[in-house]
């Protein structure tokens, strides 16, 4: 895949990437895993778990990664200024012209509703990525727990995915024994 | 000097903050806010809600706007790659220890577990999405609806995030809030 491609792939996902950086996760599938096919759902489950064991940004680190995998130095470096691009120049945008947007109905308007499709789009992901495991009571408890956990409880979400894939780990060990 | 120190407070943020954007906000509260004083706590309150509202991780997106406020385009670009690069660092790091571990251990039966885990991560990132945009007739008609048509039709993710943004702005103008 060449550098130019990733960059633009990584412009559309940013541009789309509303309400926090998970959102832009069922958007980079949808190019890498499903359109163009090059990587499969497990290596590109890996790309995103590898991001946030790190500290930075996640969005970038994702990018990072990536665009080092699929084109090397280049990739990763054009995958990154595609992923910055969108935010920095509508920030600039905003902080020149116009802070009190935020009060427009027009653009309140349009990000409520596009984050209720951000809840459909990762509910989507969500559901494809569960459906492989919908028999394994036990991981799928673990999953909700962790879910719960994090949503109502706070807690922070490097600990719950560190918790729970240990968790999974000796299900997985017990049952293939 | 004031360039350098947006620089250094910025990669400071990206060096430190862990587990995504709003792990990273009080990180940024305290740089942007108590150390430097560069804006108050009314106006940070408001470059929130603009994150919010626009595309981009919030690191990236404060950055731009802090920057630009305190030295113009140059101060915005600086603090920007300031809060991008450590990403480069704790890639490197991780990507080399991944590499040693795995002449150790089975590195693919954790990442097997890992997989499993991210789920939780993504499902609460839906969740905590969905209670706060799901909050009406219209939004639930809109959920369901769309849920449907990216089932159904497979129409690609962007498409409706875009679609539900556009139903939004028709009901702002005709459900006044």
Not at chain 2, 38 to 57: A, D, H, N, V
Not at chain 2, 147 to 163: A, D, E, H, N, P
């Amino acid at each position: 895949m060449s550098p130019l491609r990733l960059f633009w792939i990584f412009v559309k996902v940013s541009t789309f990437t509303i309400g926090g950086g998970y959102a832009m996760i069922p958007v980079i599938k949808e190019f890498i895993v499903d359109k163009y096919r090059i990587m499969k759902e497990d290596e590109f489950l890996d790309v995103i778990v590898t991001a946030q064991t790190v500290p930075g940004v996640i969005a970038i680190n994702t990018a990072m990664i990536l665009g080092s995998r699929l084109a090397g130095f280049w990739g990763a470096f054009f995958a990154v200024l595609g992923a910055s691009l969108t935010p920095f120049i509508m920030i600039l945008v905003i902080a020149t012209f116009f802070t009190d947007f935020v009060d427009l109905p027009v653009f309140e308007g349009f990000f409520a509703g596009a984050r209720v499709g951000v809840t459909v789009i990762l509910a989507n992901l969500s559901l494809q990525l569960l459906r492989k495991s919908l028999k394994r009571y036990l991981i799928i408890i673990v999953i909700a727990a962790g879910t719960l956990v994090i949503v109502f409880l706070n807690v922070s979400s490097i600990w719950v995915l560190l918790v729970c894939s240990l968790l999974i780990y000796f299900i997985d060990r017990r049952s293939t024994r | 000097m004031i360039l350098l120190n947006l620089f250094w407070s910025f990669f400071k943020i990206g060096f430190l903050a862990f587990g995504g954007g709003y792990g990273a906000l009080s990180l940024i509260q305290d740089q942007i806010v108590n150390v430097n004083k560069w804006i108050g706590i009314e106006e940070f309150l408001t470059l929130i809600s603009i994150s919010q509202m626009t595309p981009g991780p919030i690191a990236i997106n404060s950055a731009t706007f802090i920057g630009y406020r305190i030295a113009g385009i140059q101060g915005s670009i600086l603090a920007t790659v300031g809060v991008v690069l450590p990403s480069v660092f704790w890639i490197f790091l991780i990507l080399k220890i991944l590499k040693i571990l795995s002449k150790w251990i089975d590195t693919a039966e954790v990442f097997n577990a890992l997989r499993l885990g991210i789920i939780a991560l993504i499902l609460s990132a839906t969740l905590r999405i969905g209670i706060e945009s799901i909050n009406s007739v219209f939004t639930i008609v809109t959920a369901v609806s769309a849920f449907y048509i990216l089932y159904k039709f497979k129409l690609s993710v962007i498409w409706i995030v875009f679609g539900t943004g556009i139903l939004g702005v028709f009901w702002s103008f005709f459900l006044p809030l």
